[in-house]
T-cell receptor
Framework: EDKVVQSPLSLVVHEGDTVTLNCSYEVTNFRSLLWYKQEKKAPTFLFMLTSSGIEKKSGRLSSILDKKELSSILNITATQTGDSAIYLCAVGRGTGTASKLTFGTGTRLQVTL | GAGVSQSPSNKVTEKGKDVELRCDPISGHTALYWYRQSLGQGLEFLIYFQGNSAPDKSGLPSDRFSAERTGGSVSTLTIQRTQQEDSAVYLC???????????FGDGTRLSIL
């Protein structure tokens, strides 16, 4: 059975701290790994990592895919209260014309002043 | 609009009734996906449509669930004879084509009394 596991389940940090969120997966027909940020409603796309793009960076956020270890990390440096959200890891899989995403249950991040 | 649009945003109905949920994808996106997010659970894939290919229905939990996509754009997810376990947030996503990042709508919160 396809599985995506995220850790920690929740995290409370002080503004300015650096955090690392973890995602490990066991899926058949791996195609990609995606990170999303979910605040109130729609998950917002952050990064997509594939065999041809294993490291991505945008501002204070960065992510690395380790295909050997079947895992990924999402780093957030100099955290701000606006980073408080649930961070979702999803793995795109399948042999069809599009990727079906299997999601982890998320890491809830709270950034305090 | 610029993003994925879903309606209604909230739906409350009695057990046994049929419901229809609507999704209007980002203009030009050929791939459309439905997911379900139940309380305390990760997002669960239901179905996807990609261009003129046959839809991948492998995630639909029972034959009470069906979906169609007319004219390659708007999609409707129909749940017949609703049960209490169908209560969840139903999220729609679209992407330019099958292996591109999926962008989500705000979802429809379905409550079955």
């Amino acid at each position: 059975e396809d599985k995506v596991v995220q850790s920690p389940l929740s995290l409370v940090v002080h503004e300015g701290d650096t955090v690392t969120l973890n995602c490990s997966y066991e899926v058949t027909n791996f195609r990609s790994l995606l990170w999303y940020k979910q605040e109130k409603k729609a998950p917002t796309f952050l990064f997509m990592l594939t065999s041809s793009g294993i490291e991505k960076k945008s501002g204070r956020l960065s992510s690395i895919l380790d295909k050997k270890e079947l895992s990924s990390i999402l780093n957030i440096t100099a955290t701000q209260t606006g980073d408080s959200a649930i961070y979702l890891c999803a793995v795109g899989r399948g042999t069809g014309t599009a990727s079906k995403l299997t999601f982890g249950t998320g890491t809830r991040l709270q950034v305090t002043l | 609009g610029a993003g994925v649009s879903q309606s209604p945003s909230n739906k409350v109905t009695e057990k046994g009734k049929d419901v229809e949920l609507r999704c209007d994808p980002i203009s030009g996106h050929t791939a459309l996906y439905w997911y379900r997010q139940s309380l305390g659970q990760g997002l669960e894939f239901l179905i996807y449509f990609q261009g003129n290919s046959a839809p991948d229905k492998s995630g639909l939990p029972s034959d009470r669930f069906s979906a169609e996509r007319t004219g390659g754009s708007v999609s409707t997810l129909t749940i017949q004879r609703t049960q209490q376990e169908d209560s969840a947030v139903y999220l729609c996503a679209s992407s330019p084509w099958g292996d591109q990042p999926q962008h989500f709508g705000d979802g429809t919160r379905l409550s079955i009394l």
